[in-house]
């Protein structure tokens, strides 16, 4: 086993190539389950299936949360209204469970406008790359960030954004325009402004631990997905009974009831693939709150490996089942990462020393007698 210790480089390592395994299994399931009829796919819709999903993705997370007590909180401090105790961090995890929520069924929207699928992953990868830099802006001003951005980060969003953007950048504009539909401004706006809240709220979490208290991620991510099922679980009662109550609903509200009432047979399928979806949510949480780097840092790290995975899955799925393969711009936004990963390698190693020296992360023994010299000098 490859053993790693809390906010090291290795442990960084194993949070990606997680995250990106179940994000491979995650975007071929997609494919599949979505493909024409006539070639042999099941052709379900895409909210259909990230119905099944979406389920299948919550329970996995809800079943280790409670089955590893991950939900007893290492606190800063414990609030106490009368009888009731509880971690004083509750008060806005569960703001970020509910931008979760909000998170989940707006991501699969962005895939039902008309826009092209890869547009429509453009715009959610290059927005939490923007967020995430605005954010340590915000909290280094608040002087709850106290560690600077390194020169690499700021050149590594720069090429983040152009991997990301090389798909409009490569096929032009044209099916770019936004603000003809106000449901896609309502969805687009949705997601931005539910994702910045929630990256605050990590961050502003991870940031202000009080000395000795252990940065307890799985604690925040299980208060979290706790919240987010009970909103998620209210909001889809509600859309399933709101033909009845308001008589009538639109094309989505009658694929989301129908997927319940006259479901394919393929459903359960679609629900067990689901479980990667909730694997994908596990590292990708942890990646956004890694020990001791920036906003900035770890946002690109997920979405650079997200980036990465989906060409994996493109490329997988067209092996396996005779599809589509990656498209040069794939293979150009491909070059782009490379070289964002590049600065992103020399700003982890900067950073690595940092927290070495400021003993926020453990060192191995052969490093100690380095560390004690360049705390000297």
């Not at 931005?192 to 940031?207: D, F, L, P």
């Not at 604690?219 to 009662?237: C, D, K, N, P, Y």
């Not at 590049?342 to 992360?361: D, P, Y």
Request: hydrophobic share 50%.
């Amino acid at each position: 086993m490859w053993k790693t210790t809390e906010g090291s480089t290795g442990r960084l390592i194993q949070l990606c190539l997680g995250y990106f395994f179940f994000y491979v299994l995650t975007g071929v399931s997609v494919k599949y389950f979505t493909g024409s009829p006539a070639l042999g796919f099941p052709g379900m819709k895409e909210l259909e299936f990230a119905v099944y999903s979406t389920i299948g993705g919550i329970l996995v997370c809800l079943a280790v949360v409670f089955a590893l007590r991950w939900y007893n909180l290492k606190s800063n401090q414990i609030i106490q209204w009368g009888k009731l105790r509880f971690p004083q961090e509750v008060l806005y995890i569960i703001p970020s469970g509910v931008c979760t929520a909000v998170v989940i069924p707006t991501t699969t929207l962005m895939y039902t406008l008309p826009i092209s699928v890869m547009v429509a992953m453009v715009i959610m990868r290059a927005s939490i790359i923007v967020i995430s830099r605005i954010v340590d802006a915000i909290q280094i001003q608040q002087r709850i960030l106290k560690k600077k951005v390194y020169t690499e980060e700021n050149f590594a969003v720069v090429f983040a954004l152009l991997a990301a953007g090389v798909n409009i950048l490569w096929v032009g504009h044209g099916d770019f325009d936004f603000l003809k539909h106000e449901a896609a401004v309502i969805i687009l706006g949705s997601y931005i402004v539910a994702y910045a809240i929630r990256i605050y709220i990590m961050n502003y979490y991870k940031n202000t631990r009080a000395k000795g208290v252990k940065l307890d991620n799985q604690g925040f991510f299980s208060i979290e997905q706790i919240a987010a099922t009970v909103v998620l679980v209210l909001v889809g009662v509600f859309l399933f009974k709101s033909p009845d109550w308001f008589g009538g609903g639109g094309e989505q509200i009658t694929i989301f009831r129908e997927s319940f009432l006259n479901p394919k047979s393929i459903w359960t399928l679609a629900f067990v693939s689901g479980m990667a979806y909730g694997g994908v949510a596990f590292f990708s949480v942890f990646i956004f709150m890694f020990k001791g780097r920036t906003a900035t840092f770890a946002g690109l790290v997920n979405r650079l490996t997200s980036l990465v995975a989906g060409t994996t899955a493109t490329l997988s799925f067209a092996i396996i089942y005779s599809g589509k393969f990656p498209k040069i711009q794939d293979w150009v936004s491909l070059v782009f990462i490379l070289i964002a990963v590049g600065f992103l390698t020399i700003a982890e190693r900067k950073r690595t020393q940092e927290l070495v020296l400021t003993h926020e992360i453990e060192t191995k023994p052969a490093t100690k007698d380095f560390v004690a010299v360049a705390e000297k000098t």
